[in-house]
C-alpha cells in the first residue's frame, strides 16, 4: 500500500506524470458527468462533473503554453532520426515532430484569442490545432503499426546454437521484443480512441465532426489515459 502510494506521488511530482493523472481526472469526470446528465438533464451532479471536466481541460491548456521550448529540444534531438533502423519510421517520427511543434502555437493563439489578449477568432485555430493532433496520431499509428513489423521479424530470427546459455540469451530476447510489442498495441488504441475525438473536435461535416454526447467523449478519453498510465507505470516498474 505505501509504494503504491510512493509511486502516485512520484507521478504527481513530475510535470507528464501530473499531466497523465490530470488529463484522467478530466475525462473521468466528463464520461461520469455525461452518463448524469444522459439520465437527467437537471442533474446537477452531472453539470459539477462538466464543469470540472472543463475547468481541469483549462488547467491542461494552460500548462501546455510552456511546452513549445520542451517540444523544440525534443525535435532537434531527434533531428533527421540518424539513428533509426527503417526508413519510413524515421520520416513519419519526423513529421510527427513537426505536426506536434507547430501544435503548440495554433493552441496558444486559440487561447488567447478566448482570453481575449489579441483580437482574432478562436475557432479556425481550435481547429487547424486540433487538426495538427490529429494528423501526429494518424502518423504515431502508422508508425507504430511499421514498428510491430519489424519487431516481429527479428522475433522469428532469434536464435539459438544448442547450448544453455545461448538458449536462455535468445529468450531473453524474444521477451523483451514482444513486450515492446505489446507497447506499439498499446499505443495504437490509445491513439485511435484520441483520434476519435480529434475528429469529434472538427468542424461539422467532417466525418462524425460534433456528433459524440459527452459520455463517449469522456470515455474514449479516459480509455486512452488510463492506457497512458499503465505504460508509464510499466516503464517505471523496467526501470527499477
Known sequence: MQSSVESFINVLESYRGRDKVIRTLCYGSQLVGGVLAGKNSQSSLGKSFLLFSAQLSH?????RLFDDL?????????GLGASEEDALVRWMSILNNIAD?????CEHIAWAA???LIKTKSDKWWVLSTGLWGISLILNILRSIRSIQILKRKVQKCQWSGSADSREEALSQKAALRRQIRREVFSILSSLA?????????????L???RFPPWLVGLMGTASS????????S????CT
Open 226 to 233: 488510463l492506457i497512458g498510465l499503465q505504460m508509464s507505470s
Open 194 to 206: 484520441d483520434l476519435s475525438n480529434a475528429v469529434h473536435w472538427m468542424s461539422p461535416g467532417f
Open 59 to 63: 488547467c491542461r491548456t494552460t500548462l
Open 235 to 238: 516503464d517505471q516498474g523496467a
Open 208 to 210: 462524425w465532426a460534433g
Open 114 to 116: 478566448d482570453a481575449e
Open 101 to 105: 511543434q507547430l501544435y503548440y502555437p
Open 70 to 78: 520542451s517540444m523544440l529540444a525534443y525535435s532537434t534531438s531527434y
